[in-house]
């Protein structure tokens, strides 16, 4: 490198926590020379209410609605993996129906989230367009949510034993023609965003999270997908009635913001599958199983791990024999991907800021709890 | 605006026994007012435009209260908001570079109307050297946008400026060489010449060489007017909104007329280069030239809701390694078919 001749320092810019693009109350403290990124120090604890404290003081179905607030993207992985954890020290299996019935909220859910992404992502990038395109449709999601359980966000629908209701008439008819009409949306953007020379520029290559670099930090979800590794908790440890169905994991080799961006557009098209196969093989019967009112789990402690929207989501759970549970703990794939944000975000500009951070999607919801 | 009107005038005010020197400070004082009211019912318009163009592309319905259905007041309420806005100066800023810098982004972009023809009559100045005034005059609002960002004592709004800066030095000669094509052509710096020679020998468009020089035109002037895929110094996802970010009220509003008005004045100047100004059949030639600016700028706005931002190392290297050679080409190649 050749000496330069006028003494320079470089520039502490810090990023957020107001900032359009932190996608939340996150700070990044970066250290720029010029226009690049050289030091990154995310900041973050502005979101914490004490979620995993304030369930310790909390009957056990009364946790449930906490974790709606965790990531509040998708609240249906997060009561799923909550839930989970307590109905295995239970020893309570949900009914046939029930698990169909929660996978069709979580796939719903996933699409829901997904379409955030799509839609955050572009408008980090400038394509405002497809920002209101992306809500449009997550508009449709959001009714189905209201339709079957009245709240359009945080549902707390994934009960302890099973959903809160069973689905209302003429929900498996809107929910099927969702399904038939969000492909046709999906190719929209594909052509609107996907081939665009511009949007390519900016994603193609761009924050590099190397193969082996994931799985050392821990990544999971699309963000470790879009680096070639196959990992998806519905295929390595299943739950609910994920056996029973038919799907394909998205994995994209190219390990950049591109790649971590066609994985969750081909997500969507496979959870329109999968609630397709659901809604045709949904079995009879309840949706509650037989759970005692009140709920007292014996001493031990359970783990119950999801496929969250953004990753390998899993709920600690440790019960000392009263109503309350002793400890939960939350493992938050968002936190995990902020830690490995600096080194992908080390040389590149500002303008890619936002590009990178936006790809791994992470939702300080779960981020700070 | 006409001269003969402006004889008949002068004829008259002399025979009460004015000066002429009074008679021509008022004169020129009517015409800025002429021309500010102008750029400023156009503002409003654009902006109003631009949020139904934006809607209608966005399935949204935009403005659709204030002033009736389509909400034609709406950006006329919103001026006035400003108006009425608190107007603050950060802590640390230089207080006459920030009062200043709003006003020496807008005052060039108004001064370039002077010479815009309207109609072959109606053209507040036409200067000899149009289109070298143009050029020089355009190119000043980046002093006030570096100055903006400097004083503002904001790291997003100097590292806007820094963008603007580089932008619209290598803008500006793609920009130049596309414009000195048309010069070529035409034979004159004058604009009504410019206008002649398309009604003599078609419009520029239609001439071969010069749709390059178009095609390079309307991207670097998309540039120039900060807009997306080349809004840099403002990105409002990276840098919040750049150099202005600091600024409130009608200080902020500044620049924003600015930058409407130079979005519509780049769009007239294109229609007045490549489209024959205020050429066409049956309607007035005011209407012709109207509908043609519009146009253009309703074609980049639908530009800018279309795609993303390129990045700043892109830009430059767009401009560097692919507009200049171009512009230079464009240039030999007009020049070998004038010869």
């Known amino acids: 490198m050749t000496q330069s001749l006028t003494p320079t320092e470089h520039v502490t810019l810090n990023m957020g926590p107001q900032h359009p693009s932190t996608h939340g109350v996150l700070r990044l403290e970066l250290q720029l020379e010029g226009e690049v990124i050289i030091g990154c120090r995310p900041i973050i604890g502005y979101l914490h209410r004490g979620i995993e404290k304030i369930a310790e003081a909390r009957t056990y179905p009364q946790v449930v609605p906490y974790t709606d607030r965790l990531d509040y993207l998708s609240s249906a992985s997060n009561n799923m993996a909550y839930v989970q954890a307590v109905e295995k020290l239970l020893g309570v299996e949900a009914p046939e129906r029930a698990k169909f019935l929660r996978v069709v909220l979580l796939e719903l859910n996933r699409i829901a989230s997904h379409l955030v992404f799509i839609a955050t992502f572009a408008n980090d990038l400038a394509a405002t367009t497809v920002f209101l395109y992306g809500i449009r449709e997550r508009e449709l999601i959001m009714d189905l949510f209201e339709m079957w359980a009245g709240a359009r966000l945080t549902q707390s629908w994934i009960r302890i034993g099973g959903v809160g209701q069973d689905i209302p008439d003429g929900f498996v008819e809107r929910a099927r023609e969702f399904c038939r009409m969000l492909p046709g949306r999906l190719d929209e953007y594909d052509r609107l965003l996907t081939g665009n020379r511009i949007f390519r520029a900016r994603t193609e290559g761009v924050g590099i999270l190397p193969r082996e670099m994931g799985i050392d930090y821990g990544a999971s979800g699309p963000t470790l997908r879009g680096s070639g590794v196959s990992f998806d908790i519905r295929r390595v440890e299943p739950y609910e009635a994920y056996p029973a169905l038919d799907f394909e994991v998205a994995v994209q080799p190219a390990c950049d913001c591109m790649a971590r961006y066609l994985v969750r557009m081909k997500e969507m098209r496979e959870s329109v599958r999968i609630i397709e196969q659901c809604l045709r093989q949904l079995p009879a019967g309840e949706v509650m199983a037989k759970v005692p009112r009140a709920i007292r789990p014996p001493a031990g402690e359970a783990y119950g791990r999801v496929e969250s929207p953004r990753g390998d989501f899993g709920c600690y759970v440790v019960s000392d024999g009263s109503a309350q549970p002793a400890r939960v703990h939350f493992r938050a794939p968002s936190f995990i991907h902020l830690g490995a944000l600096p080194r992908m975000l080390q040389g590149w500009k500002i303008g890619d800021v936002v590009a990178i951070l936006g790809s791994i999607d992470i939702v300080l919801g779960e981020v700070d709890r | ?339």
């Not at chain 2, 309207?118 to 190119?139: E, P, R």
């Not at chain 2, 963008?163 to 920009?175: D, F, G, H, M, T």
């Open chain 2, 1 to 339: 605006m006409n001269s003969t009107l402006y004889q008949r005038l002068l004829d008259w005010c002399g025979g009460w026994g004015l000066p002429t020197w009074i008679f021509d400070a008022v004169w020129m004082v009517a015409m800025a007012a002429i021309v500010t009211v102008f750029v400023l019912v156009t503002v409003l318009a654009l902006v109003w435009l631009e949020r139904k163009i934006s809607a209608d592309m966005q399935s949204r319905v935009g403005p659709n209260r204030t002033g009736g259905r389509f909400g034609p007041l709406q950006t006329a309420a919103d001026a006035l908001k400003l108006l009425l806005k608190e107007d603050i100066f950060p802590a640390g800023a230089d207080r006459v570079v920030f009062w200043l810098a709003p006003f020496v982004v807008f005052v060039p972009t108004l001064m370039v109307f002077m010479v815009l023809p309207f109609t072959g009559k109606w053209v507040a100045n036409d200067l000899n050297l149009g289109v070298l005034f143009v050029v020089a005059v355009s190119a000043f609002p980046v002093i006030g946008l570096i100055m903006a960002g400097w004083s503002s004592n904001n790291k997003y709004a100097i590292l806007g400026a820094m963008r603007a800066a580089a932008q619209s030095v290598s803008y500006e000669i793609p920009l130049v060489l596309a414009m000195v094509c048309v010069v070529v052509a035409a034979g004159s710096l004058r604009i009504g010449d410019i206008v002649a020679a398309q009604r003599e020998g078609g419009w520029f468009i239609l001439r071969f060489p010069l749709q390059l020089a178009f095609l390079l035109y309307f991207i670097t002037a998309m540039a120039e007017v900060n807009r997306v895929p080349f809004d840099l110094p403002e990105a409002e996802s990276e840098l919040v909104s750049g150099y202005h970010v600091e600024y409130t009220g009608m200080r902020f509003g500044f620049f924003f007329l600015g930058e409407f008005a130079h979005l519509f004045f780049v769009s007239a100047f294109c229609a007045t280069l490549f489209f024959g100004a205020w050429e066409g059949p049956w309607l007035p030639p005011a209407v012709w030239f109207l509908i043609k600016s519009y146009a253009i700028v309703i074609v980049i706005m639908w530009i800018r809701w279309t795609v993303p931002r390129l990045r700043i190392d892109q830009i430059m290297g767009f401009s560097w390694k692919l507009l200049v050679p171009l512009g230079l080409a464009t240039v030999l190649l007009t020049g070998l078919m004038k010869v």
